[in-house]
């Protein structure tokens, strides 16, 4: 699956922060750089949610406006609007079945990792979590700035998607960071 090339998203929850920040490279194909400057990361859900969105874009937009109307009809809790969204994958609508994109979505207690295709919501057990063609070297970095480092949540965002940027080279340096 090619839905994850050309981004890195990483988000980390630290001394009651949460921040989520991500690249801004966006490509056509494997090899063509198409922009540098495509905002990722952003705020739903009146400011009090952040996301972080990688792969096929309109898949991602797709599950956006559903985590955003089921943040309306559960009153802002996330952990039901996320898990209403995977109960919409378990449907016999096989359309949401075909997206192909990831989200990290947080506010300022919860943090999730949501899947298109497979309909997975994942919460991370250590507060750390990355998703994108830089994933790895991200959250190898993010761990090991967590664990041994008196850094705060944002400092760590920022370091580790720099770090994935010097090794994939599907993710560049000009971030977009957020906090809630």
Known sequence: ????????????????????????????????????????????????????????????????????SNLQKFSGNLQRAVVELESVWQSVDTAYRKLEAHIIVANDSEMYLLTGGDGNVIKPDDGVISIGSGSCFALAAAKALLDNTDLDARQIVEKSLLIASHYCPHTNSNLTIEEV
Do not use: C, P, W
Request: net charge positive; charged share 25%; proline share 0%.
């Open 1 to 68: 699956m090619d839905v994850i090339r050309g981004t890195t998203i990483v988000g980390v929850k630290r001394n009651g922060k949460t921040v989520i920040g991500g690249d801004s490279q966006a490509q056509l194909g494997e090899h063509f750089i198409i922009k540098d400057s495509v905002v990722k990361v952003r705020r739903i859900y009146d400011g009090k949610v952040i996301v972080g969105i990688a792969g096929v874009v309109s898949d991602a937009f797709a599950m956006l406006r559903k985590l955003e």
